[in-house]
């Protein structure tokens, strides 16, 4: 089993300590520091970490880049707006408020391991952010997409599975699952997974042609 070095930053020295304590008995993580700032974290050369696991008040105050893929924010609000600032300020994934510790854990090991860790709720907000900067000045890069394929592409964002995807738009599950096929073809991405990371890091990447109104701006 590959350990995890994992560094903790919070503003309460209760609070880093007591989740550096709840985090130190997984088998897989290890905790090589503890921060009240993002700057301290990344400068920290005693025992680099994998993942900075980073309170989201904290990464707001210190808004310090880092190196890719390694930044974790967790207490996020279930806000749309929220979310979004995790997206800009280079975290590769966030996770909400009312998290349980197995779900912060597991986030952990995705980061790790180079995934976006995105519960459905996150997939959504994103998508949203995405569909309100439809605009003048953001001209459509996805032109092949068919209306049919943008409403799969957008219950597919939005977390649902193929079945539920079905039921909702009263097609049998293969077609479903084929017209996903297609999407992922033209957007060339090869998983949910992949889409989730493309929309994170490339907001501005796919635009829609369908006739619908795009959902408003995040609240």
Not at 166 to 176: I, S
Request: aromatic share 4%.
């Amino acid at each position: 089993m590959q350990t995890v070095a994992v560094a903790i930053v919070h503003g309460s020295p209760p609070v880093r300590e007591g989740l550096a304590e709840l985090l130190g008995r997984q088998p897989d993580l290890r905790v090589v520091g503890v921060h009240a700032s993002l700057t301290d974290a990344w400068e920290s050369e005693t025992d680099p970490a994998g993942v900075v696991l980073c309170d989201l008040a904290a990464a707001t105050a210190d808004p310090q880049p880092g190196p890719a893929g390694r930044l974790l924010v967790f207490n996020v609000a279930d806000e749309d707006r929220t979310i979004i600032d995790c997206v800009q300020l280079g975290a590769s994934g966030c996770v909400l408020q009312d998290a349980e510790l197995d779900e912060l854990v597991a986030s952990i090991r995705a980061v790790a391991a180079g995934v976006a860790p995105c519960s459905s709720r996150v997939v959504s907000s994103l998508f949203r952010y995405v569909a309100s900067r439809r605009d003048e000045e953001h001209p459509v890069l996805a032109p092949s997409l068919t209306g049919r394929e943008e409403e799969v592409l957008r219950l597919v964002a939005a977390g649902l599975s193929n079945r539920r995807i079905a039921d909702r738009l009263g097609l049998r599950p293969q077609t479903v699952k084929n017209h996903v096929r297609r999407v992922f073809e033209k957007l060339d991405v090869h998983s949910r997974l992949e889409l989730i990371g493309t929309l994170r890091d490339r907001p501005d990447r796919y635009r829609y042609r369908g006739d619908s109104p795009a959902p408003g701006p995040p609240s």
